[in-house]
């Protein structure tokens, strides 16, 4: 777990998991200082966000490596060298390989009720639709610690919402968004605040 509240946010796309934890931040509700931006995307709408914040921020392209081993050495050096205590993914879409010091310090939010509608190819309006392909009547968010597997790591918290039968892709993934907004922070300052501990697969957070 970490002892600071120094935050890195990955990205790839748009960014406005990014832009909700800055709102947070400017409103004195995070308990963490965001410190890095990584982008895997030169072109991610988010490093706009970064750089209206001032926050600095990098681009590490995941097709300047021959391999996910040589792209993972080169966003944790990043890391490393900005001294960042939890690495938190926002809308990040590529396979990482979790170095042994990073291991339970990188967690990332996903649109589903893992272990459904979760895995390689699902992200975006796919998992929503899906969801509403196969008739789930609920849905909802995941934030979990990430590890060598897309969406595999232990689940830290989950939320849900109801799958209205009139829903589309983009009003279920509307009002799951919603619950991202909050559910993400707030997992972030408890990690922070030292309220988050982990035994093998099994996440506990304490209530204060």
Request: hydrophobic residues 40%; glycine residues 6%.
């Amino acid at each position: 777990m970490p002892d600071g509240n120094k935050i890195a946010v990955l990205i790839s796309g748009s960014g406005t998991t990014l832009k909700n934890l800055i709102h947070w931040r400017t409103e004195q509700k995070l308990s963490a200082d965001i410190e890095l931006v990584i982008s895997n995307n030169v072109a991610a709408g988010g490093l706009v966000f970064a750089s209206e914040a001032n926050i600095p921020h990098l681009v590490v392209s995941h097709k300047d490596f021959k391999d996910v081993a040589e792209f993972s050495d080169a966003i944790f050096s990043a890391i490393e060298t900005a001294n960042i205590d939890l690495v938190v993914m926002g809308g990040f879409l590529r396979r990482l390989t979790i170095p042994p010091a990073y291991e339970n310090r990188v967690i990332n939010i996903h649109p589903s009720l893992i272990p459904a509608f979760c895995g390689q190819g699902f992200y975006g309006q796919k998992v929503h639709q899906a969801v509403i392909d196969y008739g789930c009547k609920i849905s909802g968010c995941s934030v979990h610690y990430v590890d060598d597997q897309y969406d595999h790591g232990p689940i830290i918290a989950q939320e849900t919402v109801p799958v209205e039968i009139a829903d589309t892709a983009k009003t279920l993934a509307k009002r799951i968004f919603a619950k991202e907004c909050q559910l993400y922070p707030d997992v972030i300052n408890k990690i922070i605040e030292g309220d988050v501990m982990i035994k093998d697969r099994c996440v506990e957070i304490s209530q204060r």
